[in-house]
């Protein structure tokens, strides 16, 4: 399984999704859910703690890290690739 930083789900991931028996919204929802997990994981290995400990407080200061990352030095800078 090959992932770059800015991929949300490997081909493989995007693959079994899209082979699942799942309707359109579903299938979205599983894409949601796969991507959360990674990023979820990402997060608190950053925070250096595990990721059931992770606090909405921690996630919220994440997400407003990468934020500001990419607003002081661009859209590369950040993790999140919109």
Known sequence: MTQTPDQYLTPEESADVE???LTSPEKFLTRLTISSQRLLQ???QESQ???EDLSHQQ???WFENDSKAKR???DDAGTLKW
């Open 59 to 61: 996630i919220i200061q």
């Open 49 to 51: 703690v595990a990721i």
């Open 42 to 44: 990402k997060i608190a």
């Open 72 to 74: 002081e030095r661009g």
């Open 19 to 21: 082979a699942a028996l």
